[in-house]
């Protein structure tokens, strides 16, 4: 039976889905939903999309939708997300969840009532590079003694990842934090400290464009996560795990050892690209009716670290 999809936020991050959603069997993305109507029909067009509209409620209105991946501005994320809930639609939302903690609990308890799949896209967890040390750590075969990970961008005006204007402002600590916080906890176990002191505010964004994060786990392990919008380098994120039996460098979908020998993840997973193997656990939880990794409430923790940081920077 095919499984019909929605996809709201027809931007850069949104056709990555897209183009996931194409490689996987069984799948149909029946509704398209933009900011603007006329660039949201051409990316409909340009996929074979039957219907494109602005308005959610009108896809959600509709018979032909089981689910829905929301690509929206972070703002927007837990509010749409309880919609979807409301209107019986599996739902996954990208990073972040929410940017506040109280709106993510809100998302969690919908999800509790309702038993639908929801989870968020927490890239980092399907991305073979990761996967494939995930499993090391899970035998036994290596423990992680530090995390030294890097986020890096160029965004002194509000622009996306294809160099167009964006409609809303990102963030350092809710967005791109998001991904290392929760990635070094589902790697090295529960956080039991956390830190976070931040450089000047944009005066224009009204954002800090730097960060600096410490984390440790109860496993007595470490992190140290550097943010900018400032860095006019080469940019991205890139984790540099220092372990008991090896060093690893995880690039997004690629890997290297710590002396810049690359490794084969032939075989990791069905793909190399991690927004499709995100979109196909997505799909395979609600065929089989489990939680997927990533759901609502696996990551939580996550944010409740992230709320806690928001507190610090704020006593300053």
Not at 39 to 62: N, S, V, W
Not at 155 to 179: C, F, M, P, V
Not at 212 to 223: D, P, R
Request: glycine share 8%; hydrophobic share 40%; with cysteine.
């Amino acid at each position: 039976m095919t499984l019909r999809i929605a996809l709201a936020g027809a931007g850069a991050f949104g056709e990555k889905h897209l183009d996931g959603l194409k490689n996987i069997d069984g799948v149909a993305v029946t509704s398209l939903v933009g900011r603007r109507l006329e660039p949201t029909q051409a990316i409909a067009a340009k996929y074979g999309i039957g219907h494109a509209t602005t308005e959610l409620a009108d896809t959600l209105a509709r018979d032909d939708v089981d689910a829905v991946i929301l690509c929206t501005p972070t703002q927007m994320h837990a509010a749409q997300a309880l919609q979807c809930l409301d209107a019986g639609k599996h739902v996954q939302v990208e990073i972040p969840l929410c940017d506040s903690l109280a709106d993510g609990e809100k998302v969690l308890a919908k999800q509790q009532e309702t038993g639908l799949v929801a989870m968020v896209g927490h890239t980092r967890r399907f991305n073979p590079s990761h996967q494939y040390l995930h499993r090391k750590f899970a035998s036994g075969e290596a423990q992680v003694q530090q995390m030294d990970v890097q986020t890096y961008f160029f965004r002194r005006q509000n622009i996306n990842a294809k160099g167009e204007a964006r409609s809303w402002t990102d963030h350092l600590l809710w967005h791109h934090a998001a991904h290392t916080v929760d990635l070094f906890a589902y790697q090295a176990g529960p956080i039991v400290a956390a830190n976070a002191i931040e450089g000047p505010i944009h005066p224009e964004l009204g954002i800090a464009m730097d960060m600096s994060i410490q984390l440790k786990a109860a496993t007595g392990a470490i992190c140290t996560l550097s943010l900018s919008f400032n860095n006019d380098g080469p940019l991205g994120t890139f984790f540099r795990y220092i372990c008991d039996t090896g060093t690893w460098i995880a690039r997004y979908d690629d890997l290297v050892t710590g002396k810049e020998e690359p490794i084969d993840l032939t075989g990791v997973t069905v793909s190399n690209n991690g927004i499709e193997l995100q979109d196909r656990e997505f799909v395979a939880a609600i065929r089989e009716g489990r939680e997927p990794n990533a759901s609502v409430a696996q990551v939580m923790p996550c944010y409740r670290v992230l709320d806690q940081l928001e507190k610090q920077l704020a006593r300053g």
